[in-house]
């Protein structure tokens, strides 16, 4: 298996548990030093996200990928990737497009999300 086919899979991995709200899988996929940069440019961590996900507060209907990059830096890998999502936060729908730039990093048990970054994108 290739490094994209890898890294692709992780990607695949973690949108079905984000859209199912597994927080099981997502307790996998996230290393436990996450550092995620929100959209209003809060940070989040792996805890945070997880609580996020398990209290129903976030429940995210669709994440459609599209334009997507992919830059390998020997065992870390970059995703950049375009989404069309809709979200219910707090009991509001919400509907963006979405530019999420996701690291990588594999450890001996396999690859773990440590940071990540989203931002709108404009209309």
Known sequence: MTIDNE??????QLREAQLTADVAA???????????TNI???????????SLHRSGRLRIVRMDPGDRHLLHLGE???VSV???????MNGVPVSATLR???IWHKRT???RLVAGHMSAVPA
Do not use: H, P, Q
């Open 100 to 102: 999420y730039t996701r």
């Open 7 to 12: 890294v692709l899979a992780c990607e695949a």
């Open 109 to 111: 048990d396999g690859w």
């Open 40 to 50: 209003d440019g809060t940070l989040a961590t792996k805890n945070d996200d997880l």
């Open 76 to 78: 870390t890998s970059v």
């Open 82 to 88: 375009r989404m069309n999502a809709e979200a219910i």
């Open 26 to 36: 997502l307790d996998r996929l996230l290393d436990d030093r996450l550092l995620f």
